[in-house]
């Protein structure tokens, strides 16, 4: 396939988020059950977001949280079924990584399942020591209104 027309954007404000839940139905088992709304949250907090587009059609994303200069981690790379194996994958982990809020940052993370040997190729190396995980068993939203603290104020002793 001839892929010289596909563009790859870096303005999250060009994304219709129905688009990026339906690739992400169609291509991520881990993003399956996602809904509009939590994926809108994801996103607004989200910088930055990479996407791929074939004309006016999604066919791959990306996106990183970062603090500009000593971590970053990137998530959900996904390159739609049709498009894969066309040096595209490459081109979005390469075009986030060399976004101004990830190019000068020391440490940049990701997880994956099965797709170690591709980060590998871009530049990625196994990690086995540091890293740990928190399943947040978080509260019904309801219950975190009435409880919220004032986070201005919030102190050890309250
Ligand atoms: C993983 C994914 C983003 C790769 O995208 P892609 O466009 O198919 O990858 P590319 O064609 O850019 O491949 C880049 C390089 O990685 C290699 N590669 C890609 N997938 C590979 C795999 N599964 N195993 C080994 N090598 C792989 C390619 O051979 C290529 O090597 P080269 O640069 O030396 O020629 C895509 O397969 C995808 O979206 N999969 C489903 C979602 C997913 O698993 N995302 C990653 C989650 S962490």
Redesign the pocket.
């Known amino acids: 396939m001839d892929c010289s027309h596909i563009k790859f954007c870096t303005d999250k404000e060009k994304i219709d988020l129905e688009k990026l839940l339906a690739l992400y139905q169609k ?4 993003t399956k059950n996602r809904n509009l709304e939590d994926l809108t949250i994801a996103i607004a907090h989200s910088n930055p977001v990479i996407s791929v587009w074939d004309h006016q059609k999604l066919i ?1 994303s ?1 996106r990183a949280t970062s603090d500009g200069i000593y971590r970053a981690t990137i998530w ?6 049709e ?11 390469e075009t986030l990584i060399s976004h101004p809020l990830l190019n000068r940052v020391e440490r940049i993370y ?6 170690q ?6 530049g990625f190396v196994e990690n086995e020591t540091t890293t740990m995980v928190l399943y947040n068993t978080y509260p019904n939203p309801e219950d975190l209104k009435q409880n919220s603290p004032n986070w201005e104020e919030i102190s050890l002793n309250r």
């Open positions: 291509n991520a088992f881990w791959g990306a959900d790379v996904v390159i739609d079924g498009y894969q194996g066309l040096g595209l994958g490459r081109k979005l982990v990701l997880t994956t399942t099965h797709q040997k591709f980060y590998q190729r871009i």
